[in-house]
């Protein structure tokens, strides 16, 4: 499901295909970060979902204690699962997840775009969606 569960703190590295950075700062709603000689920042919902879509990993920091589960802003990524294992997989994201949060399917692979939004209904969540090239993203709101 979801690689990274727990929540990051300052001194935890970040990890791209374009070099690493460090976390040195947390406001409300952005991460500052060390990369390359430069602070750079980055808001917590983008930050997450690029985490959760692969596009970087955490490298968590040992010395650090009591780190709790992020529970937002996380995106469930369901391209190329099957049918049975997204089911799954979506019932346990929900359980886990708070809004805002994302999913990502590819709206052609048979995954049922509909009996997923149902679902969402059924949750009593309220939700937008949008297809951008060959993959859908449902956003939740609350």
Known sequence: MLSNLNNVKKGDVILTEFGSGVLIRETRARWFYLFKGKILSM???VFWHSIDMGYMKVSYVESKKYRTKQKR???L???QKTL????????KFIDFVKTP????LNYEE????????SQLEKYGYAFTWEKI???TIIKVKQ
């Open 84 to 91: 049975e294992d997204a089911e799954f997989i979506f019932h």
């Open 73 to 75: 802003f996380r995106t």
């Open 77 to 79: 990524d369901l391209r």
């Open 110 to 117: 048979g995954l049922d775009f509909h009996s997923l939004t």
């Open 133 to 135: 090239g060959d993959r």
């Open 101 to 104: 949060f994302n999913i990502v």
């Open 43 to 45: 808001s917590k919902s």
